[in-house]
């Protein structure tokens, strides 16, 4: 056998094992993501809901510096707004 036809065969059974290999983890089920699915669960739990709105740019930039102030979620921050504006109407 020629010194390529060694080196080609080396080549196929190292993908072969790599083929057969076990699966990381980091792709298994213990990865550290969550899904959308399990995420909105955990939120329909704590009783929260999705609200989509539409606002200013200057407005939406404002909200997002008072949480980073606070260093709180951008999700805490504006719930936080909503009720002293409601409080306060």
């Known amino acids: 056998m020629k010194k390529t036809e060694l080196e080609k ?3 196929l059974r190292v ?3 790599m083929r057969r290999g076990a699966t990381p983890e980091r792709y298994g ?3 550290a993501v969550e ?3 399990e995420r909105r669960r955990r939120e329909q739990a704590l009783g929260l ?3 989509a709105v539409k606002i200013d740019a200057e407005l939406a930039n404002r909200v997002r510096a008072h949480a980073e102030a606070g ?3 951008l999700d805490e921050a ?3 707004l909503l009720k002293k504006g ?3 109407a």
């Open 9 to 11: 065969l080396k080549g």
């Open 86 to 88: 409601l409080d306060t």
């Open 15 to 17: 993908a072969g094992e």
């Open 78 to 80: 504006v719930a936080e």
């Open 49 to 51: 809901v999705p609200l």
């Open 71 to 73: 260093s709180t979620s």
């Open 35 to 37: 899904s959308r699915r």
């Open 29 to 31: 089920k213990a990865s």
